[in-house]
């Protein structure tokens, strides 16, 4: 197990897989190449010649033999005892012509000696018809074959079989590259939804797969840029327009003072609304932006933060016994924000009364929760609830549900807030059925410090 482990994170590295992909390239050559020199000197190098020679007549009987081992270039000699007794001495040289000596002409007795030559070591051989030895055949090879222009032709044969054995290897690996560098083209000239096709479990894979996390993040920020233009100047124009509408009633109901006071507040209202929407569109581009300052981190007392907010809507705070001071590492305003758009968002939409408003009584509770390093904040409300399919849409901003505009108003970016401030404080926020009927939000976030939160 242990080893297919280590098996499994080795060639997961690239520079591994050419590094044994040459590897093994140069192996197969050189032993390749081994086995053509082995061959081609078994080739040129002929069999040993034969310790041991006979001479035998027309009816195969043998006539002499030699076992002295002929030296290079050194002749065969033998001495031949015919049937009468005469004395025969052949001398025959090494390619196969036969040397007579000076004192060696007719035998006596007038007869001349027809012997038959055969090497001892080959007795199936046919034995020579004469005394003289045939000559030897000597294929010559062509001028290309010959050396040592025979060994290049093999070299460039079997460097051609390496490379494409190794063709289809290297061209695996560096297929994925091309592709991921075709993706990020096209994602630069501007069609940000491509995404490129993660295969296996290596470097590039790795890379194809944070690119397309990056491209999917870049993406829907763009997204969420244009959503945020498009409704900002939606909901800009509505507390534009009713100030527009009540100066004008002001200039008509000049004389009424009563008309006049009406228009004055309902005036001043839409200002603030305009001004705390400007103020929430800039806060929620900060924090989308990484890089820009949101306040200092410190510790923060979240049981009297969240004492403070209960108190101005009259909320219940409920904290565990014993619980009297909960300090978290955080930005303090934003922490603040994100306790009171959780309440303002139970007040507006969880509210059991007619009205809606201030008067909330036991219809939000707002919990504290420690469980090790984890701090929670519930806030839980007995209104409709939210439906399972909107449970994650209603984070987005802008996003309200079907129809609560008309009834309680709001543009939709408290709770998108609520999540942001989360996530920079390194937490997450979710939305559940309340036990009983409502909707819970809580927020979940370590106590200890962390890095998104730092004043950059």
């Not at 027809?114 to 051989?125: F, L």
């Not at 991921?180 to 295969?199: A, E, H, I, K, T």
């Not at 510790?299 to 565990?320: F, Q, T």
């Amino acid at each position: 197990m242990a080893l297919r482990t280590w098996l499994r994170q080795w060639s997961r590295h690239l520079y591994l897989r050419i590094w044994l992909a040459v590897v093994v390239g140069v192996a197969l050559l050189m032993l390749v190449v081994g086995w053509a020199w082995r061959a081609s000197v078994e080739h040129n190098n002929p069999p040993p010649v034969p310790r041991e020679w006979v001479v035998l007549n027309a009816q195969g009987e043998v006539l002499a033999t030699t076992t002295r081992p002929p030296g290079p270039g050194a002749p065969l000699e033998f001495d031949v005892t015919l049937p009468d007794g005469q004395q025969l001495q052949l001398r025959v040289q090494r390619n196969g012509e036969r040397a007579d000596p000076p004192d060696m002409g007719h035998p006596r007795g007038g007869r001349m000696a027809s012997p038959h030559m055969s090497p001892q070591t080959s007795p199936q051989n046919s034995p020579y018809s004469s005394a003289r030895m045939p000559p030897h055949v000597r294929n010559e090879p062509p001028w290309w074959a010959k050396p040592p222009y025979g060994f290049f032709w093999m070299l460039g044969l079997i460097g051609l079989a390496v490379a494409l054995g190794l063709y289809p290897v290297v061209r695996r690996l560096t297929q994925r590259l091309e592709g991921l560098q075709r993706g990020v083209q096209r994602w630069g000239d501007g069609d940000l939804s491509v995404r490129v096709p993660v295969q296996g479990d290596d470097e590039v894979a790795d890379l194809s797969a944070r690119f397309n996390a990056a491209a999917e993040r870049i993406e829907g920020l763009m997204a969420s840029q244009k959503s945020l233009l498009a409704n900002a100047s939606h909901e800009l124009r509505s507390p534009l327009a009713r100030i527009r509408m009540g100066l004008e009633l002001m200039d008509a109901a000049a004389a009424d003072s009563a008309t006049r006071q009406a228009t004055r507040t309902e005036i001043l209202r839409n200002m603030s609304e305009l001004d705390q929407l400007i103020d929430e569109i800039l806060l929620a581009s900060r924090l989308d932006a990484k890089e820009a300052d949101i306040g200092m981190v410190e510790a923060v007392d979240l049981v009297g933060l969240c004492a403070e907010e209960c108190a101005r809507v009259g909320a219940v705070l409920e904290v565990p016994p014993g619980l009297s001071v909960l300090e978290v590492q955080g930005v303090a305003k934003l922490l603040r924000r994100m306790v009171r758009n959780l309440l303002e968002n139970a007040r507006r939409y969880g509210a059991t009364g007619i009205d809606g408003h201030a008067n909330l009584g036991d219809d939000v509770v707002l919990s504290l929760a420690q469980q090790g390093q984890q701090v929670h904040v519930r806030v839980c409300d007995h209104g409709p609830g939210v439906p399972e399919a909107w449970r994650e849409r209603i984070f987005e901003p802008f996003f309200r549900l079907p129809g609560a505009s008309e009834r309680v108003g709001g543009v939709g970016l408290g709770l998108s807030l609520v999540k942001s401030i989360a996530e920079r404080h390194g937490g997450r926020v979710r939305c559940a059925d309340r036990t009983g009927g409502g909707a819970c939000f809580e927020v979940s976030f370590d106590q200890r410090p962390q890095s998104k939160t730092a004043n950059t």
